[in-house]
Protein backbone atom coordinates (compact mmCIF):
# COMPACT_ATOMS: atom_id res chain seq x y z
CA UNK A 1 0.00 0.00 0.00
CA UNK A 2 1.01 3.55 -1.14
CA UNK A 3 1.68 5.67 1.65
CA UNK A 4 0.86 9.51 0.53
CA UNK A 5 4.03 11.54 -0.18
CA UNK A 6 4.83 13.78 3.27
CA UNK A 7 5.54 17.53 2.45
CA UNK A 8 7.99 18.71 4.89
CA UNK A 9 7.62 22.25 6.49
CA UNK A 10 9.77 23.80 3.61
CA UNK A 11 7.32 23.06 0.82
CA UNK A 12 4.42 23.87 2.86
CA UNK A 13 2.94 27.27 2.38
CA UNK A 14 5.34 28.27 -0.47
CA UNK A 15 3.25 30.57 -2.59
CA UNK A 16 3.34 29.44 -6.75
CA UNK A 17 4.78 32.72 -7.52
CA UNK A 18 8.15 32.01 -5.91
CA UNK A 19 9.21 29.55 -8.84
CA UNK A 20 7.69 32.18 -11.14
CA UNK A 21 9.69 34.75 -10.12
CA UNK A 22 12.60 32.73 -10.21
CA UNK A 23 12.29 31.69 -13.68
CA UNK A 24 11.91 35.42 -14.22
CA UNK A 25 15.11 36.33 -12.77
CA UNK A 26 17.24 33.61 -15.14
CA UNK A 27 15.24 35.12 -17.80
CA UNK A 28 12.37 33.56 -18.23
CA UNK A 29 9.80 36.19 -19.84
CA UNK A 30 6.97 33.78 -20.11
CA UNK A 31 7.22 33.50 -16.22
CA UNK A 32 7.13 37.22 -16.38
CA UNK A 33 4.19 37.27 -18.51
CA UNK A 34 2.20 34.79 -16.56
CA UNK A 35 2.97 37.23 -13.35
CA UNK A 36 1.45 40.08 -15.65
CA UNK A 37 -1.46 38.38 -16.36
CA UNK A 38 -2.35 37.55 -12.86
CA UNK A 39 -1.53 40.86 -10.75
CA UNK A 40 -1.89 43.54 -13.38
CA UNK A 41 -5.88 44.03 -13.29
CA UNK A 42 -5.24 44.59 -9.20
CA UNK A 43 -2.43 46.81 -10.21
CA UNK A 44 -4.56 48.72 -12.31
CA UNK A 45 -7.48 49.25 -9.86
CA UNK A 46 -5.27 50.58 -7.42
CA UNK A 47 -3.88 52.86 -9.38
CA UNK A 48 -7.00 54.22 -10.78
CA UNK A 49 -8.41 54.43 -6.82
CA UNK A 50 -5.56 56.56 -6.35
CA UNK A 51 -5.41 58.91 -9.15
CA UNK A 52 -8.73 58.80 -10.23
CA UNK A 53 -7.85 58.56 -13.68
CA UNK A 54 -7.86 56.12 -16.27
CA UNK A 55 -4.99 57.13 -18.47
CA UNK A 56 -3.29 57.56 -15.93
CA UNK A 57 -3.76 54.09 -14.48
CA UNK A 58 -3.02 52.70 -17.50
CA UNK A 59 0.55 53.96 -17.70
CA UNK A 60 0.93 53.66 -14.01
CA UNK A 61 0.65 50.10 -14.70
CA UNK A 62 3.04 49.69 -17.43
CA UNK A 63 5.35 51.71 -15.23
CA UNK A 64 5.06 49.15 -12.72
CA UNK A 65 5.84 45.97 -14.20
CA UNK A 66 8.32 47.44 -16.13
CA UNK A 67 9.98 48.97 -12.89
CA UNK A 68 9.43 45.16 -11.36
CA UNK A 69 11.01 43.27 -14.32
CA UNK A 70 14.52 46.01 -14.51
CA UNK A 71 14.30 45.35 -10.07
CA UNK A 72 13.45 41.86 -9.75
CA UNK A 73 16.59 41.13 -8.23
CA UNK A 74 15.62 42.97 -5.43
CA UNK A 75 12.64 41.08 -4.54
CA UNK A 76 13.89 39.15 -1.61
CA UNK A 77 10.37 36.92 -1.39
CA UNK A 78 10.19 38.27 2.48
CA UNK A 79 6.73 39.15 1.25
CA UNK A 80 4.52 38.40 -1.35
CA UNK A 81 4.96 39.09 -4.74
CA UNK A 82 1.90 41.16 -5.02
CA UNK A 83 2.62 42.90 -2.24
CA UNK A 84 6.05 43.78 -3.31
CA UNK A 85 3.90 45.23 -7.08
CA UNK A 86 1.09 47.08 -4.81
CA UNK A 87 3.97 49.34 -2.93
CA UNK A 88 5.57 50.28 -6.59
CA UNK A 89 1.97 50.83 -7.81
CA UNK A 90 1.57 53.13 -4.49
CA UNK A 91 4.58 54.77 -5.11
CA UNK A 92 4.13 55.47 -8.52
CA UNK A 93 0.33 56.70 -8.29
CA UNK A 94 1.31 59.29 -5.31
CA UNK A 95 4.11 60.66 -7.37
CA UNK A 96 1.67 61.31 -10.47
CA UNK A 97 -0.22 63.05 -8.11
CA UNK A 98 2.10 65.22 -7.02
CA UNK A 99 3.19 65.97 -10.32
CA UNK A 100 -0.39 66.74 -11.62
CA UNK A 101 -0.71 70.28 -11.97
CA UNK A 102 -3.71 72.03 -12.30
CA UNK A 103 -4.42 76.05 -12.90
CA UNK A 104 -7.57 75.70 -10.04
CA UNK A 105 -6.46 73.97 -6.82
CA UNK A 106 -9.74 73.30 -4.46
CA UNK A 107 -10.26 71.69 -1.14
CA UNK A 108 -10.91 67.84 -1.55
CA UNK A 109 -13.14 68.28 1.56
CA UNK A 110 -14.92 71.23 0.14
CA UNK A 111 -18.24 70.23 -1.37
CA UNK A 112 -20.69 71.31 -4.10
CA UNK A 113 -24.74 72.27 -3.82
CA UNK A 114 -26.88 70.23 -6.42
CA UNK A 115 -30.45 69.39 -6.48
CA UNK A 116 -29.82 66.27 -4.19
CA UNK A 117 -28.16 68.62 -1.80
CA UNK A 118 -24.03 69.13 -0.31
CA UNK A 119 -21.92 66.09 -2.05
CA UNK A 120 -18.73 65.97 -2.28
CA UNK A 121 -17.03 67.76 -5.04
CA UNK A 122 -15.88 65.00 -7.44
CA UNK A 123 -19.57 64.29 -7.86
CA UNK A 124 -19.18 67.33 -10.28
CA UNK A 125 -17.43 65.45 -12.91
CA UNK A 126 -19.96 62.17 -12.48
CA UNK A 127 -21.77 62.20 -15.63
CA UNK A 128 -23.44 58.83 -15.15
CA UNK A 129 -26.21 56.90 -17.69
CA UNK A 130 -29.29 57.87 -16.02
CA UNK A 131 -30.08 54.18 -15.91
CA UNK A 132 -27.08 54.25 -13.62
CA UNK A 133 -28.52 56.82 -10.99
CA UNK A 134 -31.73 54.79 -10.41
CA UNK A 135 -31.99 51.33 -9.23
CA UNK A 136 -29.42 48.48 -7.88
CA UNK A 137 -26.59 50.36 -8.68
CA UNK A 138 -27.21 53.77 -7.31
CA UNK A 139 -25.91 53.13 -3.73
CA UNK A 140 -22.65 51.67 -5.38
CA UNK A 141 -22.33 54.73 -7.39
CA UNK A 142 -22.84 56.95 -4.81
CA UNK A 143 -20.25 55.05 -2.64
CA UNK A 144 -17.47 54.89 -5.17
CA UNK A 145 -17.47 58.79 -6.06
CA UNK A 146 -17.88 59.50 -2.51
CA UNK A 147 -14.29 57.47 -1.85
CA UNK A 148 -13.06 59.33 -4.32
CA UNK A 149 -13.46 62.59 -2.13
CA UNK A 150 -11.16 60.94 0.69
CA UNK A 151 -7.74 62.55 0.92
CA UNK A 152 -5.20 60.22 -0.79
CA UNK A 153 -3.64 59.28 1.72
CA UNK A 154 -6.73 57.59 3.81
CA UNK A 155 -8.06 56.99 0.27
CA UNK A 156 -5.35 54.80 -0.49
CA UNK A 157 -5.50 52.61 2.81
CA UNK A 158 -9.34 52.65 2.68
CA UNK A 159 -8.15 50.91 -0.70
CA UNK A 160 -5.73 48.52 -0.21
CA UNK A 161 -7.60 47.24 3.09
CA UNK A 162 -11.08 47.25 2.31
CA UNK A 163 -11.73 47.19 -1.80
CA UNK A 164 -8.17 44.93 -2.31
CA UNK A 165 -8.79 43.30 1.07
CA UNK A 166 -5.15 42.81 1.63
CA UNK A 167 -4.66 42.41 5.26
CA UNK A 168 -3.51 44.92 7.85
CA UNK A 169 0.03 43.57 7.70
CA UNK A 170 0.05 43.58 3.52
CA UNK A 171 -1.31 47.14 3.59
CA UNK A 172 1.52 48.60 6.67
CA UNK A 173 4.42 47.01 4.07
CA UNK A 174 3.17 48.50 0.66
CA UNK A 175 2.41 51.75 2.42
CA UNK A 176 5.89 51.44 4.20
CA UNK A 177 3.71 52.24 7.35
CA UNK A 178 3.57 50.58 11.09
CA UNK A 179 0.42 48.44 11.21
CA UNK A 180 -1.16 51.21 13.93
CA UNK A 181 -0.33 54.25 11.13
CA UNK A 182 -2.83 51.99 8.57
CA UNK A 183 -5.23 51.39 11.37
CA UNK A 184 -5.35 55.09 12.71
CA UNK A 185 -5.61 56.08 9.35
CA UNK A 186 -8.44 52.85 8.10
CA UNK A 187 -10.90 54.23 10.76
CA UNK A 188 -10.51 58.10 10.17
CA UNK A 189 -10.89 56.96 6.52
CA UNK A 190 -14.33 55.19 7.35
CA UNK A 191 -15.21 57.48 9.64
CA UNK A 192 -14.89 60.72 6.97
CA UNK A 193 -16.58 58.29 4.25
CA UNK A 194 -19.20 57.51 6.49
CA UNK A 195 -19.79 61.20 7.24
CA UNK A 196 -20.03 62.23 3.88
CA UNK A 197 -22.47 59.51 2.93
CA UNK A 198 -24.60 60.49 5.76
CA UNK A 199 -24.70 64.43 4.99
CA UNK A 200 -25.69 63.16 1.25
CA UNK A 201 -28.56 61.04 2.22
CA UNK A 202 -29.48 63.35 5.16
CA UNK A 203 -29.45 66.29 2.31
CA UNK A 204 -31.56 63.71 -0.32
CA UNK A 205 -33.71 62.15 2.76
CA UNK A 206 -34.91 65.46 3.87
CA UNK A 207 -36.22 66.47 0.66
CA UNK A 208 -38.09 62.71 -0.20
CA UNK A 209 -38.91 62.08 3.66
CA UNK A 210 -36.82 59.11 3.58
CA UNK A 211 -33.95 59.90 6.03
CA UNK A 212 -34.02 57.38 8.43
CA UNK A 213 -33.67 54.44 5.83
CA UNK A 214 -31.17 56.30 3.98
CA UNK A 215 -28.58 56.76 7.21
CA UNK A 216 -28.97 53.42 7.55
CA UNK A 217 -28.19 52.09 4.26
CA UNK A 218 -24.91 54.59 4.60
CA UNK A 219 -23.77 52.53 7.44
CA UNK A 220 -24.37 49.63 5.87
CA UNK A 221 -22.43 50.82 3.12
CA UNK A 222 -19.16 51.22 5.26
CA UNK A 223 -19.44 48.40 7.66
CA UNK A 224 -20.49 45.54 5.15
CA UNK A 225 -16.82 44.92 4.00
CA UNK A 226 -15.02 46.58 6.64
CA UNK A 227 -12.59 44.86 9.11
CA UNK A 228 -10.74 46.32 12.04
Known amino acids: MLMPAIQSPETEGIHPDVALVARAKNGDTAAFEQLVRQYERQIFRVAQHITQ ?12 FLKAYQKLDQFQGNSKFSTWLVRIAVNESLMRLRKRKTSKTVSMDEDVQTEDGSIPRDFAEWRPNPEQIYGQNELGNILRKTIQGL ?43 RERLS ?25 GGSRS
Do not use: C, M, W
Request: net charge negative; hydrophobic share 35%; charged share 30%.
Open 151 to 193: PPGFRTVFTLRDVENLSTEETAEALGLSVPAVKSRLLRARLQL
Open 53 to 64: NREDAEDITQDV
Open 199 to 223: RYFRQKGEQKGGLKGDLHVADLAVD
